[in-house]
T-cell receptor, first 114, second 112 residues
């Protein structure tokens, strides 16, 4: 079991470009969560998805950020027109449908905006 | 408001000394508390949860609803315990599963 897979591990973008971060949940897990960790800060919840559904996006910035978890393929966190303040580590976690709140984390994707 | 507070950013102790990593929470519902740990160059992983009431790697944590605390304790720290520790609160929405609210994290440094 490969666990939660995130790619790319490191992504460098210039201001105004788009960033796409991908997350494949653990086998058998149908719930995906995205967290952001800004420098010197803790993990901040962004969004919680199940297949083809956004369950809770209360932590997502109102503009430029979107997330999806299609029927086939990984979950994608998309950041349009990136700014320097988007530089952070983005962590994905997954959980089984019956395992409330016990999350398995990926290694994270580190986004650097120049 | 749902909040987790870890007041110490860094806790430095000598090997063999007792350790207590503080965690306080704010939640109007029935709390579910967790401790996650991130060792150097490794992924964030679950250390223990209050429901299990177990000891992992010598660590224990007791949920104190009166003080709204879930402090992590170990009687004798080891160098391999050096890591970043996050306290997390499980909150539930309308669905059965919910999300985790994390504290800021505490770096534990165990000196030889």
């Amino acid at each position: 079991n490969a666990g939660v897979m995130q790619n790319p591990r490191h992504l460098v973008r210039r201001r105004g470009q788009e960033a796409r971060l991908r997350c494949s949940p653990m086998k058998g897990h149908s719930h995906v969560y995205w967290y952001r960790q800004l420098p010197e800060e803790g993990l901040k919840f962004m969004v919680y998805l199940q297949k083809e559904n956004i369950i809770d996006e209360s932590g997502m910035p109102k503009e430029r950020f979107s997330a999806e978890f299609p029927k086939e393929g990984p979950s994608i966190l998309r950041i349009q027109q990136v700014v320097r303040g988007d530089s952070a580590a983005y962590f994905c976690a997954s959980s089984p449908s019956t395992g409330a709140n016990v999350l398995t984390f990926g290694a994270g994707s580190r986004l650097t905006v120049l | 408001a749902q909040r987790v507070t870890q007041p110490e950013k860094l806790l430095s102790v000598f090997k063999g000394a007792p350790v207590e990593l503080k965690c306080n929470y704010s939640y109007s519902g029935s709390p579910e508390l967790f401790w996650y740990v991130q060792y150097s160059r490794q992924r964030l992983q679950l250390l223990l949860r209050h429901i299990s009431r177990e000891s992992i790697k010598g660590f224990t944590a007791d949920l104190n609803k009166g003080e709204t605390s879930f402090h992590l304790k170990k009687p004798f720290a080891q160098e391999e315990d050096s890591a970043m520790y996050y306290c997390a609160l499980g909150v539930h929405g309308s669905s059965n599963t919910g999300k985790l609210i994390f504290g800021q994290g505490t770096t534990l440094q165990v000196k030889p």
